[in-house]
């Protein structure tokens, strides 16, 4: 066993060495160099892992198996919701709201009554919770010192009173080192960092000493376990559970923002609100590690002391004590002194700042016996109250201890005080993104959901313990069974946990929404609603200024900074104040609603927002704005963000017209550059043969000498040329009727037999010219389609007289057939001429581009035949196209659809 | 010994047109139909001037024109471009590529003989 003289050095230096890490953040945050990184602000949310993390998990472990786990999947599952927590941080800072009493008070108008009903309850749920970590740090020393050791101390002093009087001067030290204005406590934040390290690192040690130091690993430890009687059901998760794992999760993820020190350390000591995104994930790995030892260590336990009474939430200890390893148990024992300590010292500054702000100092101020309204500087005062404050609430708790002693009341007491916190839910989350969320609802629904949690759950763990007559546990109060404080309304079978929380959060929220909607806000309640839920939208002030008006004098206004928070820190606001609006000196500020706000937002910093509006009111002469009033200038605002928005709108639905305008605008451009393209190319495709018509006929007739021969040859080409360009002429201004959609059509069923039949016969003599062979394959009948006959007959002559142009004299052969298939006609007209390449296939169908190209077998076309052929076919609903290849001849067809069956 | 003019066009009654029209005026005259057979009968024939069409098969006249620009052995030949296309960009481009004169379809017999001869004789 370990000297108890050693323990209390070892001690003595831990506590010193984590004062220097406090003096140290604080040194630097005063030195403007905040070592508050993200790493240090996710460290110190682990502040939540108390010693009944410590000592309590493996405890619960040997008793329930996994569902220990819930108290840490229901964090990890809240911070996910992180934009909810950054909303807060952002509201707390616009507002320099110190604590979750005056958050709540600070939304519902300021209210006095309701920042001490949120103290009240936080006090009395959190005490017992104190007290468990006394108990957690004596229980521990007992362990290590042993029962031989006993007596070390005279008995008039127990060890317990003398941790928590340490506690209380340690707390003070910490936290009440000066007042600031901000509430932020750098040093603290380090030092509770620090201690989450050394926690961590002293359970992770033990669980490997234990897992593989005694047992061999993992998979032996477990082994054991489940072929031990009794034990094989820790491992498994019990499904008939489910309903309490739920419970447990809801209830943990709103601890881990409402439990004081949680939204102390979440909300209000986040110097950046970036640093949450490291928080998010690595807060939940810190519960990882700080858990997987936890099985291991129960299974250990009860493995180890088979048959032996120990406590089991003492394991920890026990086990390396039990192998003689007392290094490894002072580490440990430090450890959880770690997570004493942190949860203790952080708590103990919340609940006391809110006990100051929201108790103790409204209630000063109003009674005048003391004087304190008139006195000069009240810094010194406040951080009085604070230190009496912080005092009482751990005696508070050691008597809570001793009063408790082993007592049931002691059990799973951090489950109560989460059930406590878990009211403050419903106003915040309402008060954050439902504006019609009252004054009246908010304590309607905590004071409901509070009674249910005392009669549910507080109440019973006191009768449990004998305080109090189990009769109303038993039997329901006044032998009434619907009020059976653990089955309330027949609302039985579940665990008291559950069954408390769903019962006070339902009496909660249904009250806070019922009288929220009955009930009417004042006129400071709807500004700070609107405040509070767009918090993100009130960039600028000027809603803000506009919400106060009366008169007011600097020299007061200036006075009450002074005395509340010291002049050195007053006068140093006021002077980065006055440079924030570019002024140089504070004293000629304008005494506007602007200012006025300044040193309400300062104040509110010292004593909390409900007394800071009290106090300003006290020196301002302030006109009352009606609830109307202030309601038409929220809504202005908003009409003038509606106003924006209906702007921003109209914005984008310009620059959208604007893209589509600069698009036409481009498709116009391409289309005129196609036209200009098309010009040109008709252009030429008339000058070609103007110019052999101008130079032959200008040769003629001047030079009557010209030999006849010459003469006939020339004036034939001439002919020839003037056709051509009467052709050409003709096609182009078919293709451009085509083309615009002006073309005649008569459209009427025809048949297509005939129609083939009867261009076979008008081309004829063209081939018998040519001596190319052209054979039809064609039925007697078939469908008739719908169409218009002239333009059929003209795609199929420009289809007979192509392949006559291309294929050879003599040995050239055209076939014409005609197909009826399914749903449309099939006429092809297939050549034996030269082919085309797959390029062609294509171009031939563009205008001006023609198959062919050497001169001696230069077409006599225009290049627009195909292309007007292929408008024609698809104006009827058909295709036109050509399968080919070089030398193998090429195959034109088109499709007529048949008209669709009845 | 009479100048050679090479007419180089791939419409078959210009080339008869203007072949006709050359021969009367006293030119040694070589015909050819695509930009290809154009460069082989600048260098078979050994033409003083050149009558270039630009829109052609296989090589267009620019092409041809650049060919030519590029040999230094042909320094002093002189090429006349023929084009159906007006645009001033397409007269900006063959000046641009080394042609001496650029004549547009339909052209004047007259003028076109005139401009030949000039710069023939310059």
Redesign the interface.
């Known amino acids: 066993m370990l000297s108890p003289g050693l323990i209390l050095l070892v001690s003595a230096a831990y506590m010193g060495l984590l004062f220097a890490v406090a003096r140290f953040g604080d040194a630097r945050a005063d030195a403007g160099r905040s070592i508050i990184t993200a790493n240090v602000y996710a460290l110190s949310l682990a502040v939540y892992c108390t010693s009944w993390t410590f000592y309590g998990s493996v405890g619960r472990a040997t008793s329930g198996g996994l569902s220990f786990l819930t108290i840490y999947i229901g964090p990890t599952l809240m911070l996910l919701f992180a934009g909810v927590i950054v909303k807060m941080i952002r509201i707390a800072k616009t507002q320099r709201l110190t604590s979750i009493a005056d958050f709540i008070a600070a939304r519902y108008g300021k209210s006095q009554l309701l920042a001490g009903l949120v103290t009240v309850i936080a006090v009395i749920g959190i005490v017992p919770y104190i007290a468990l970590q006394l108990k957690a740090v004596a229980a521990s020393l007992d362990v290590l010192i042993g029962k031989e050791g006993a007596g070390y101390l005279p008995a008039m002093f127990d060890s317990t009173l003398i941790i928590a009087a340490l506690l209380a001067l340690f707390t003070i030290l910490f936290g009440t080192r000066h007042l600031d204005a901000t509430e932020r406590h750098e040093g603290m934040v380090a030092a509770v960092a620090f201690e989450s390290v050394v926690k961590l690192v002293a359970f992770v040690a033990v669980g490997l000493f234990v897992t593989y130091g005694m047992f061999g690993g993992f998979a032996e430890l477990f082994q054991r376990a489940a072929a031990t009687p009794g034990l094989e059901r820790l491992l498994q998760l019990d499904s008939a559970k489910a309903g309490t794992w739920a419970a447990l999760i809801l209830l943990s993820g709103l601890a881990i923002i409402f439990l004081p020190r949680q939204f102390q350390i979440i909300v209000v000591e986040n110097v950046d609100e970036s640093h949450l995104r490291r928080a998010v994930w690595l807060f939940p790995l810190y519960l990882v590690l700080i858990n997987i030892f936890v099985l291991p260590l129960a299974l250990g336990g009860l493995l180890h002391f088979q048959g032996q009474t120990f406590n089991p939430d003492t394991f920890v200890l026990t086990l390396p004590l039990a192998r003689g390893a007392e290094t490894l148990a002072l580490l440990v024992f430090i450890g959880g002194l770690s997570a004493a300590t942190g949860m203790v010292i952080v708590e103990t500054i919340a609940l006391s700042t809110m006990v100051c702000n929201d108790l103790v100092m409204p209630w000063l101020l109003r009674t005048r016996r003391f004087g304190v309204a008139e006195r000069e500087d009240l810094s010194g005062l406040l951080l009085g109250i604070r230190r009496v404050a912080i005092v009482a609430i751990l005696l508070l708790g050691y008597i809570y201890f001793r009063a408790a002693g082993e007592a049931y009341a002691l059990v799973g007491i951090g489950l109560i005080s989460f059930a406590a916190v878990a009211q403050f839910a419903p106003a915040v989350f309402g008060g954050m993104y439902w504006k019609q969320g009252t004054h009246a609802g908010a304590v309607a629904g905590l004071l409901g959901g509070f009674a249910v949690w005392l009669y549910t759950l507080l109440l019973p763990s006191f009768a449990k313990s004998g305080w109090i007559d189990k009769g109303f546990v038993e039997n329901g109060l006044f032998g009434i069974g619907a009020l059976k404080a653990q089955a309330l309304f027949g609302l039985a079978g579940l665990d008291e946990i559950s069954h408390s929380l769903w019962w006070s959060l339902f009496v909660n929220i249904g009250l806070y929404v019922a009288v929220s909607l009955w009930s009417r806000p004042d006129a400071v309640e709807a500004g700070q609603a609107e405040r509070f839920v767009d918090v993100f939208k009130h960039a600028g002030r000027g809603t803000d200024a506009r919400l106060w008006r009366g008169t007011a004098s600097a020299e007061e206004l200036v006075g009450l900074l002074d005395r509340f928070l010291g002049r050195p820190r007053a006068r140093q606001q006021l002077a980065n104040y006055a440079a924030g609006r570019g002024l140089d000196d504070w004293r000629s500020l304008p005494v506007d609603a602007e200012f006025v706000r300044f040193a309400e937002t300062q104040l509110s910093g010292a004593i909390g927002s409900a007394s800071a509006r009290v106090m300003v009111a006290s020196v301002a002469k302030e006109e009352d704005l009606g609830l109307d009033e202030v309601l038409d200038i929220l809504d202005e605002a908003t009409q003038v963000r509606a106003y924006s928005r209906e702007l921003e709108a109209k914005q984008q639905e310009l620059e959208a017209a604007t893209a589509e305008l600069r698009e036409a605008n481009e498709r116009l451009r391409e289309l005129d550059r196609m036209k200009d393209d098309f010009i040109s190319t008709v252009t030429h495709e008339l000058r070609t043969p103007l110019t052999s018509i101008r130079a032959l006929s200008e040769m003629l007739h001047e030079d009557p000498e010209i030999d006849v021969d010459d003469r006939t040859r020339f004036l034939g080409i001439i002919v020839n040329e003037a056709e051509r360009l009467t052709r050409l002429i003709n096609q182009i201004l078919d293709m451009a009727k085509l083309e615009s959609g002006r073309a005649e059509w008569t459209t009427g069923e025809v048949d297509v037999a005939a129609i083939v039949r009867e261009a076979m016969d008008s081309v004829g003599q063209l081939f018998r010219d040519k001596a190319v062979a052209l054979e039809g394959e064609i039925p007697d009948s078939v469908p008739a389609v719908l169409a218009d006959r002239d333009r059929l007959t003209q795609v199929m002559i420009n289809l007979l007289s192509n392949a006559v142009k291309f294929v050879a004299g003599g040995s050239g052969r055209v076939k014409v057939r005609v197909v009826a298939g399914e749903r449309a006609l099939r006429v092809e007209v297939i050549d034996n001429g030269p082919g085309l390449t797959p390029e062609e296939c294509v171009v031939i169908f563009e205008k001006f581009r023609q198959g062919g190209n050497t001169m001696t077998d230069k077409p006599q076309g225009t290049g627009l035949g195909l292309p007007i052929s292929r408008q024609i076919v698809e104006y009827f609903g058909g295709n036109l196209w050509v399968e080919s290849s070089p030398g193998a001849g090429a195959t034109f067809v088109f499709t007529v659809p048949l008209p669709a069956h009845e | 010994m009479a100048k050679k003019i090479l007419i180089v066009d ?5 080339v ?3 072949e ?2 050359m021969k ?1 005026e006293g030119f040694d005259v070589a015909v050819a ?2 930009g290809e057979e154009a460069l082989a009968k600048v260098a078979a024939f050994g033409p003083d001037l050149v009558l270039l069409d630009v ?1 052609m ?2 090589k267009s006249g620019f092409e041809v024109c650049e060919a030519l620009r590029a040999d230094p052995a042909r320094g002093g030949l002189l090429i006349v471009m023929l084009t ?4 001033d960009t397409e007269v900006a481009k063959g000046i641009a590529l080394g042609a001496d004169a650029y004549v ?7 003028e076109l003989v005139a401009k030949v001869k000039g710069m023939l004789a310059a």
């Open positions: 791939d419409e078959p009654n210009i008869i047109s203007l006709f029209l009367k139909g695509d829109m098969p296989k159906a296309k007006g645009r547009t379809k339909p052209f004047s017999t007259k």
